[in-house]
């Protein structure tokens, strides 16, 4: 997961540790979830929450970025965003996200497009 705003950050962190043990690096910056993708010593994130609007980065070029990389095609990538218009949501679908969660959002919304992705990705972490 990857999100700028500290309180967001932990809140994040903590839904996602709760129930997907293994599913718990969280990024303040995208750049960094880039630079974690490249590196070849790293293993690769089964699924990613990326905010949209960063202090540092641009969700949106994050995304492209991401999807250019090899590997980068086959994980699911939510955008997390307080961007709810209808055409902030097609935007971020023609982009490549996978689904948007929207802010504020409730911890059994996000733990639901997670397990989501879960099943539909077999190669995923399963919650323990």
């Given amino acids: 997961a990857c999100d ?4 967001v950050h932990r809140i ?8 997907f043990h293994r599913l718990s690096k969280v990024y303040l910056d995208g750049l960094d979830v880039l630079e974690h993708w490249d590196s070849p010593h790293k293993v690769k994130p089964h699924i990613l929450l990326l ?3 960063m202090k540092h980065s641009n969700g ?3 995304i492209r970025l991401m999807r250019e990389r090899p590997g980068g095609q086959d994980i699911p990538i939510f955008a997390v965003t307080g961007n709810s218009a ?3 949501l097609n935007r ?3 982009l490549g996200f996978s689904r948007t969660i929207t802010k504020p959002y ?7 497009a997670v397990m989501s992705a879960v ?3 077999r190669s995923a972490v399963v919650p323990t």
């Fill in 4 to 7: 700028d705003e500290l309180i």
């Fill in 12 to 19: 994040l962190s903590r839904a996602i540790q709760a129930t």
């Fill in 51 to 53: 905010d949209i609007v």
């Fill in 60 to 62: 949106e070029d994050i």
């Fill in 86 to 88: 209808p055409e902030d």
């Fill in 92 to 94: 971020y679908e023609s």
């Fill in 106 to 112: 409730r911890r059994e919304v996000l733990v639901e």
């Fill in 119 to 121: 099943q539909q990705n």
